[in-house]
């Protein structure tokens, strides 16, 4: 059975301001300490600036160790490019799944990403499989728990700020 643990400022635990649904202890909102311009920027650099690393890496393998040409550097931009789009179609579609979907699209997307650079070192292909396949497992795996608990705790919290749990009698 579960109980409820006192708040800074009231021996009983009850809830003494009126907070929103991602309210801390004290019932005010979190402090965001970007501002919105900030986050609009994070949000679309993020990718192609994960995109950029990708696709120096995905050059690389491809080289081998041997010299850097046009076409090792065309073949590492494309990868850029194809990354960070797929990167915000994923972002884009995940937004409107349900916590399952969204977790095993970004699961698919993070295996497949291995795979592509993995397949580019010259392994076997089962091999390649195995390890994409575990990968897009793991990342399918922590985001659900991640958003399963994240999710349901913000539904309680919902729940609890619409429905005062009173305490005392009246």
């Not at 949000?43 to 041997?66: D, F, Q």
């Not at 579609?93 to 795979?115: N, T």
Request: aromatic fraction near 12%; hydrophobic fraction near 45%.
């Amino acid at each position: 059975m579960a109980h409820a643990v006192p708040t800074r400022g009231t021996s009983t635990g009850a809830r003494t301001g009126a907070g929103t649904g991602a309210s801390g202890a004290s019932g005010h909102p979190p402090p965001d300490v970007f501002g919105a311009r900030t986050h609009l920027l994070a949000k679309w650099a993020m990718p192609l600036a994960i995109g950029l690393v990708y696709g120096y890496w995905a050059a690389s393998i491809r080289r081998h160790g041997g010299p850097i040409t046009g076409w090792n550097l065309l073949f590492g931009f494309m990868t850029v490019l194809a990354f960070a789009i797929l990167w915000y179609v994923v972002r884009a579609v995940a937004d409107r799944l349900p916590r399952e979907g969204h977790a095993v699209l970004w699961g698919a997307f993070a295996g497949s990403a291995l795979g592509f650079l993995y397949s580019g070192s010259g392994v076997a292909m089962f091999t390649c499989v195995l390890v994409s396949l575990l990968l897009a497992a793991a990342v399918a795996a922590g985001l659900y728990y991640h958003y399963a608990t994240h999710q349901d705790a913000e539904e309680a919290r919902t729940a609890r700020t619409r429905n005062p749990v009173r305490t005392g009698t009246t």
